[in-house]
């Protein structure tokens, strides 16, 4: 199976990020290129023109970010420039963090609920997550979305658990269209 540009990439970034010892501090230079092209994406417009030279191009990372980005990093742009890639910047990137964090011990859970949850809602939910995911530490991020109707669903990664009532209201229409009536 071929692998995807984005996988090949942020992989060859992550080794390079351990045999160094500085995953956290690439992490941190990977979390911070993102959120400079979500703020600029006219900045990713710039680097991908085909009417620009690689020094062109080369130029204005360096511009953007002389001294802020760890050798490792820096190098790794380079690369990407060298071969064209900077158009999968974004998406190697991503994949990078959720590489990186993982490595770490580092999770992520999305929350979904179809009512603003409470305090004490969050203390709980937190808590049970975290006794059941086996991550060391876990960002939570909470999201309202009222086609729920109730209930919560809860995604870590590949893994979710849909504790909705839209979800069990599915399932029992699958369940009621599957018997026949006599």
């Known amino acids: 199976m071929a692998r995807s540009v984005e996988n090949v990439y942020a992989d060859a970034l992550l080794s390079v990020a351990k045999e160094s010892g500085k995953t956290e501090e690439i992490l941190r230079d990977a979390e911070m290129l993102l959120k400079a092209l979500r703020e600029s994406p006219e900045f990713l417009e710039r680097l991908t023109d085909p009417g620009r030279s690689k020094e062109e191009r080369e130029e204005a ?28 910047l974004p998406g190697i990137l991503n994949r990078f963090v959720r590489l990186a964090e993982e490595s770490m011990g580092i999770g992520r859970a999305f929350v979904r609920t179809a009512f603003p949850v409470t305090e004490d809602e969050r203390v709980q939910i937190e808590r049970k997550v975290r006794e059941t995911a086996g991550f060391q530490t876990l960002h939570f991020t909470y999201e309202t979305d009222e086609s729920l109707i109730g209930g919560i669903v809860i995604r870590i990664g590949d893994r979710v658990v849909d504790g909705s009532v839209q979800n069990r209201l599915n399932k029992l229409t699958r369940e009621l269209l599957k018997t026949r009536v006599e």
């Open 61 to 88: 990372l360096r511009t953007v970010f002389a001294d802020v980005l760890e050798t490792e990093t820096a190098g790794f742009l380079s690369v990407l420039v060298e071969k064209r890639r900077e158009d999968a």
